[in-house]
Nanobody, 121 residues
Framework: QLVESGGGVVQTGGSLRLSCAIS???????MGWFRQAPGKEREFVAA????????TYADSVKGRFTISQDNTKNAVYLQMTNLLPADTAVYYC?????????????????WGQGTQVTVSS
């Protein structure tokens, strides 16, 4: 139901745009991006209310990453700029169980398969 794409290998300072295709067009709700680096737990990256009125970012990506959506395409995006080696991870999109500013609870039933982002130094 959620399919990520857009990952790849980039150099430090580069950019990538990740996409999350949502298969159910009646699938309305807040969406988020998470990432998991090797040997680490999955961590929150960014979230957006459906409609875009509210967004939240992890401190580590503020000012570099932007979450957006296209309702006509049933898709959510993560534009990543000024990438750092610390951003290397598998990135996942998720539908929220609960979301309000600075509080996001992922719905465990709605995870994509992930897309790999590798930033070389």
């Amino acid at each position: 139901q959620l399919v990520e794409s857009g990952g790849g290998v980039v150099q430090t300072g580069g950019s990538l745009r990740l996409s999350c295709a949502i298969s159910e067009h009646t699938f309305w709700g807040a969406m988020g991006w998470f990432r998991q680096a090797p040997g680490k737990e999955r961590e929150f990256v960014a979230a957006m209310s459906w409609g875009g009125g509210t967004t939240t970012y992890a401190d580590s990506v503020k000012g570099r990453f932007t979450i957006s959506q296209d309702n006509t395409k049933n898709a959510v995006y993560l534009q990543m700029t000024n990438l750092l080696p610390a951003d290397t991870a598998v990135y996942y999109c998720n539908k929220a169980s609960t979301y309000r500013t600075n509080h996001y609870e992922p719905d465990p039933n709605y995870w994509g398969q992930g897309t790999q982002v590798t930033v070389s130094s």
